[in-house]
């Protein structure tokens, strides 16, 4: 249904003639929008949009945390609810864990994140930050609950 440019976004419409055009014109004028963002202005979407991507992950884990609460969270204002506070802080884990990769490929720009140790190291720096509750997983046809190893090697 879509059509992958050189770059890893945006999908364009594949199929749809009557789209393809409407569909450059909008990524042409986003990227000349973006140039002409203040570097606060920027980082402030950027740091939005952190936030977007922490509850769509979430979101398909099953675990709905409203962005309103990530934001809350990241003013350390947790909810009294257990459960909530951890997808709060589950939230908070996707975006360390985000920016750290944002970190290390400026530091390494040749970086190779399909590689084991890179994913190793991901995975443990974001199950690191997880509350223990999210550390667990259930087996649904066992009904066995096993701990996440944040250690893999």
Not at 8 to 25: C, H, I, K
Not at 47 to 64: P, T
Not at 93 to 121: C, G, K, T, Y
Request: no cysteine; net charge negative; glycine share 4%.
């Amino acid at each position: 249904m879509y059509q992958r440019t050189s770059q890893m976004e945006p999908l364009l419409p594949d199929g749809s003639p009557d789209l393809e055009d409407p569909a450059r014109e909008v990524v042409s004028r986003s990227a000349a929008l973006g140039g002409q963002l203040h570097p606060v202005t920027r980082d402030a979407v950027v740091e939005l949009l952190r936030i977007i991507n922490s509850y769509y992950s979430n979101l398909i884990e099953g675990h709905s945390t409203h962005p309103i609460d990530i934001e809350r969270a990241m003013r350390q204002d947790y909810a009294g609810d257990p459960a909530k506070r951890d997808l709060q802080l589950e939230s908070l884990a996707h975006i360390h864990s985000q920016r750290a990769v944002e970190a290390r490929l400026r530091d390494e720009p040749d970086l190779n994140i399909a590689s084991p140790d890179f994913i190793v190291w991901l995975h443990r720096i974001f199950y690191e930050q997880l509350p223990p509750g999210l550390r667990r997983v259930r087996n649904e046809a066992s009904g066995e609950v096993v701990d996440v190893d944040s250690s893999v090697s």
